[in-house]
């Protein structure tokens, strides 16, 4: 089958790696692609929300299959474009409908569906430029630190953790009435403060039987011992050695479960991933958010880490049936770690020379932020590289990724040399 992935980052460089290996495929397209993704598939010069554009190239290129990476086409409804297309209907698409979409595009729809089916999550309270005394006097309600969640999506940035109560309040108001987020943060979800250890959890479904990924823990600070600002994803683990048997029962039972069987109740198809940020608080887990989609960089060490044919998976989605697929994973341990350009995640330069990555051993090296300029190699994001590696533990799978990031060079590069230092 001919299929079109859509994405440009690390992600989506990872999914067309996996994909490729099937038997069942015959020609992979990917939009817009990186320069990883070019070498193994065809790139098409397509953003991912252009959907009349999207809907040419999979009538032109003859598409069974439409795989989205980010979240931005699905929580805009490429699903339901599809579905409501007489010419595209017959197109499988893995991922969700607008509405299911809303769990990663709207804080408080997500809230509200956990408070609503018995979902742990950390309490809190929504509010609206209206209300903005009520939420100075909810703050004060609170202990340190204070955190403040723009509602919609804000390219990962919309969330801000405060130690100070009138610093949370001036931060409230730059979001409600300075629209700091813009149209995300008309709405603001202020949620007590969780302490504890995060890791993040994947599940596929088909809408009623559904299959847990192997778990994972991504690092998103830019500096050593998780210090500086925010990042997209400095690295991650799997499996999440605290993750174990006890654990992930408390998972299954607690929130995956009542997840999907809520999305039943509340009669919201889903077809695709669902990607639970969860934090272990003493010995119990919490829901922080859902995204709809695979994250980035945890796909980079799950996907390593599944042995079975992917579109073989993804066709059991489309049809209905992954109740008939077991699931095969590798027992080893894979790690990744980001290789990122000087400066991110604030201003950086882009078109630096990339040298190295041909001399790789042991490893895969995935391409998030990188194009080719007249045949050369050269950065074109914050997040340029992800080098991943499988072994017995995942000190040992570090080992491999540090030695062969020592080989990859390009003007300003920095990586985190501490992953795993937490566990």
């Not at 599940?203 to 990924?213: C, M, Q, R, W, Y």
């Not at 992930?248 to 069987?261: A, D, V």
């Not at 590696?389 to 920095?414: H, P, V, W």
């Amino acid at each position: 089958m001919n299929i079109l992935l859509l994405g440009s980052g690390g992600r989506e460089h990872t999914l067309a790696w996996k994909l490729k290996q099937s038997k069942n495929l015959k020609q992979l397209f990917v939009a817009p692609g990186n320069a990883g993704t070019e070498e193994i598939a065809v790139n098409l010069s397509i953003k991912p929300t252009d959907f009349g554009a999207i809907k040419k190239a999979v009538l032109e290129h003859d598409i069974h299959m439409v795989v989205v990476g980010p979240e931005d086409p699905l929580v805009r409804g490429i699903a339901d474009f599809f579905g409501a297309d007489p010419e595209l209907k017959h197109v499988a698409v893995i991922g969700p409908e607008k509405k299911a979409a809303a769990l990663e595009g709207s804080k408080d729809f997500a809230k509200q569906f956990m408070t609503r089916h018995g979902i742990p999550t950390a309490a809190y309270r929504s509010f609206t430029a209206e209300m903005l005394q009520e939420g100075f006097n909810f703050l004060g309600t609170l202990k340190p630190p204070y955190v403040l969640k723009a509602d919609g999506l804000a390219a990962g940035k919309g969330v801000v953790i405060l130690q100070d109560l009138d610093e949370a309040r001036a931060e409230l108001s730059r979001m409600l009435l300075d629209s700091k987020f813009g149209e995300a943060s008309s709405t603001v979800v202020i949620e007590e403060f969780l302490s504890g250890i995060e890791l993040s959890c994947f599940v596929l479904t088909d809408g009623k039987n559904f299959k847990v990924l192997p778990t994972a823990k991504d690092y998103k600070r830019i500096g050593e011992g998780d210090t500086g600002l925010n990042t997209g994803g400095m690295g991650a683990i799997s499996p999440v050695p605290f993750a174990d048997g006890s654990f992930m029962s408390k998972i299954n039972e607690r929130i995956i479960l009542p997840t999907i069987q809520g999305l039943q109740k509340d009669k919201i198809p889903y077809k695709g991933f669902i990607f639970i940020g969860l934090i272990k608080v003493g010995e119990d887990p919490f829901v922080i958010e859902y995204n709809v989609r695979l994250g980035d960089p945890e796909t980079e060490v799950v996907l390593p880490r599944l042995k079975n044919d992917l579109v073989e998976v993804f066709q059991a989605v489309a049809e209905g049936n992954l109740d008939s697929i077991e699931l095969e994973i590798d027992p080893r341990s894979a790690v990744t770690v980001m290789a990122v350009s000087g400066g991110y995640p604030g201003n950086y330069p882009k078109g630096k020379e990339i040298q190295g990555v041909n001399s790789i051993d042991g490893s895969v090296v995935f391409h998030a932020g990188t194009t080719r300029t007249h045949g050369t190699l050269v950065t074109n994001g914050g997040r340029v590289l992800a080098v991943t590696s499988l072994g017995e533990d995942f000190r040992k799978a570090l080992g491999t990724s540090y030695e062969n990031l020592t080989k990859i060079s390009f003007d300003g590069m920095y990586y985190r040399k501490d992953l795993g230092f937490d566990l």
